[in-house]
């Protein structure tokens, strides 16, 4: 089994920019992609960006995009998210998780939620006016 654990969310003003790691155990950490995703209250869990086993590919949601970048160190077992002009709208917990397949995946898999297996507990970041 994986377990996952996300730290770094905070409180921080419109414009600011915050750093999410996600520290990994439990399997072979390189071998799988790794994502992230958000909710918010009264909201579905969305897409935020994902990567694949070996760093060299990375996806991003629209919202995102230009704004966010995800990156891995597979020595340190983490993966992180580097969140900058951070909006309101981007409030929300924010999800560490792991894929559920190995080797060369297609595009679409990585947006796919039910592609993931293993789920952080989430870390809160908060976005004021």
């Known amino acids: 089994q994986v377990q996952l654990v996300e730290s770094g969310g905070g409180l921080v003003q419109a414009g600011g920019s915050l750093t999410l790691s996600c520290a990994a155990s439990?399997?072979?950490?390189?071998?799988?992609?790794m994502g992230w995703f958000r909710q918010a209250p009264g909201k579905e869990r969305e897409f935020v960006a994902a990567?694949?086993?070996?760093?060299?590919?990375?996806y991003y949601a629209d919202s995102v995009k230009g704004r966010f970048t995800i990156s891995r160190d597979n020595a340190k077992i983490t993966v992180y998210l580097q969140m900058n002009r951070l909006k309101p709208e981007d409030t929300a917990v924010y999800y560490c998780a792991a894929g559920n397949a190995v080797g060369y995946l297609s595009v679409n898999y990585y947006y796919t939620r039910g592609n993931y297996a293993y789920w952080g507990q989430g870390t809160q970041v908060t976005v004021s006016s």
């Open positions: 990567i694949n086993w070996s760093g060299s590919s990375s």
């Open positions: 439990g399997r072979t950490f390189s071998s799988y992609a």
